[in-house]
């Protein structure tokens, strides 16, 4: 459900959570969106950092620059101008993916517990363009939905301590790739070639929040002579 109005979440005294709404959808991400664009055409005095999810912000700020009181004044005044305010085109972004053996371990398993083929897995996943809601959990983690109901897969009971970077993943109805080798407990069922976070480029995502993603399968020897 999106909220006619914001709901705040104080976060000690200089942090504030503003939520818009309580699940996961296109409408909901794109008031989170839209406000973001905002603050960032109208920069606040005071305003240290926004950091977008799904559905909320978490908005920094200096409170010897700014009051709390002040601050949600504020952003209550720009909520009232911003409703259907243009926001970027989105570009789309086609992932090369080699799905399953050393590359998606979790394939089988994924497999297993619904009762379909390895092949109707990748048909789906592949199948659909999913949106980028936020960017999280390491640079450049792209989460991103959502999937087909027939592959609503739970996490693993037991994180991985290490996975490789590239590595694509499910959960849940979400989909995401992970950029650098980290731990994790979503369900790996392949690997992409392409880099998603390099520290040296400008900017250092290859995918932004309100992106579209194509997963296309590939084989493992395009995998392995695939350029980096």
Request: aromatic share 8%; glycine share 8%.
């Amino acid at each position: 459900m999106s909220y006619q109005n914001p709901r705040y979440r104080i976060m000690g005294d200089r942090a504030l959570i503003l939520e818009l709404g309580d699940e996961i959808s296109p409408e909901v991400n794109r008031r989170v969106r839209e406000l973001v664009l905002t603050l960032e055409e109208n920069p606040l005095e005071g305003l240290v950092e926004i950091v977008p999810t799904y559905r909320s912000l978490l908005i920094i700020y200096d409170p010897l620059k700014i009051g709390l009181a002040a601050l949600q004044h504020r952003i209550e005044e720009f909520q009232k101008k911003i409703e259907g305010i243009p926001i970027p085109e989105p570009k789309t972004v086609d992932i090369p993916v080699v799905y399953g053996g050393e590359y998606g371990p979790d394939l089988e398993w994924v497999s297993q517990y619904h009762k379909i083929s390895r092949e109707e897995i990748i048909r789906l996943h592949s199948g659909s363009t999913y949106q980028v809601y936020m960017i999280g959990f390491t640079p450049g983690f792209p989460y991103m939905g959502e999937l087909p109901q027939r592959l609503a897969t739970p996490r693993r009971e037991t994180p991985r301590t290490v996975i490789p970077a590239g590595s694509v993943a499910i959960a849940q109805r979400q989909t995401g790739i992970y950029p650098v080798e980290s731990p994790g407990g979503w369900q790996i069922i392949g690997r992409t070639p392409l880099k998603l976070f390099d520290s040296t480029q400008s900017p250092p995502t290859l995918l932004e929040m309100g992106d579209r993603v194509r997963f296309s399968p590939i084989e493992d020897e395009e995998f392995e002579h695939w350029p980096r």
